[in-house]
């Protein structure tokens, strides 16, 4: 069965650096979620999507954006990076509504230098 | 706000036993609980949901249950295997998102 894609899996930056991050839902999956897992960390809900439009949204940075795409798919994007910005990037799909089961991606390990 | 607690933080316990691993939440207003096995570096695989109005799941060796009034979730796993040491994590849902616990780490040695 399809899951969750995410690309890059790898990503090493420089400081003040510009990083983009993209999900593929699971087919049919119309709504997305971002979190970030630090190291020793529990996974930290950023922001979500519902048909394009952001639904929900947690401890993002302002330094951060994220948008959802016509065909479901999501970019996350983070500028001026920082040291600890160091972390592994999640995405998961799910269909909409509070009682639908979450799917994650192998997440995406950011690396800032 | 909502705020999930694991225990034990760790778990280390020799091939075959059976183990159950907690977590508790604050906030019983939840539509359900999840939980997750992470290996080291890897991604969330989901290994059972639970609806509010679920008392348990099973799926194999795993089974975990909900008392949703005291907030509480327990998962029970028999007969231990070396390849299930990983770190298990319960999440919650009470509203669009999960709020997750710091995770069990589970080691199985032969």
């Known amino acids: 069965a399809a899951g969750v894609i995410q690309s890059p899996r790898h990503l090493i930056k420089e400081k003040r650096e510009t990083a983009t991050l993209k999900c593929y839902p699971i087919?049919?999956?119309?709504?997305v979620y971002w979190y970030q897992q630090g190291p020793g960390q529990d996974p930290q809900f950023l922001i979500s999507?519902?048909?394009?439009?952001?639904?929900d949204k947690g401890s993002i940075p302002d330094r951060f954006s994220a948008q959802q795409f016509s065909d479901y798919h999501s970019e996350l994007n983070m500028s001026s990076l920082e040291l600890g910005d160091s972390a592994l990037y999640f995405c998961a799909s799910s269909l909409y509504g509070y009682t639908g089961e979450l799917f994650f991606g192998e997440g995406s390990r950011l690396t800032v230098l | 706000k909502q705020e999930v607690t694991q225990i034990p933080a760790a778990l280390s316990v020799p091939e075959g036993e059976n183990l159950v691993l907690n977590c508790s939440f604050t906030?019983?207003?939840?539509?359900?609980l999840q939980w997750f096995r992470q290996d080291p570096g890897k991604g969330l695989t989901s290994l059972l949901l639970?609806?509010?109005?679920?008392r348990e799941q099973t799926s194999g060796r795993l089974n975990a249950s909900l008392d949703k009034s005291s907030g509480r979730s327990t998962l029970y796993i028999a007969a231990s295997q070396p390849g299930d040491s990983a770190t298990y994590l319960c999440?919650?849902?009470?509203?669009?998102?999960?709020?997750f616990g710091q995770g069990t780490i589970l080691t199985v040695h032969p």
């Open positions: 087919p049919r999956h119309d709504t």
């Open positions: 999507f519902y048909e394009k439009m952001q639904s």
């Open positions: 906030d019983s207003a939840i539509y359900n």
């Open positions: 639970i609806q509010s109005s679920q």
């Open positions: 999440a919650v849902r009470d509203t669009g998102k999960l709020t």
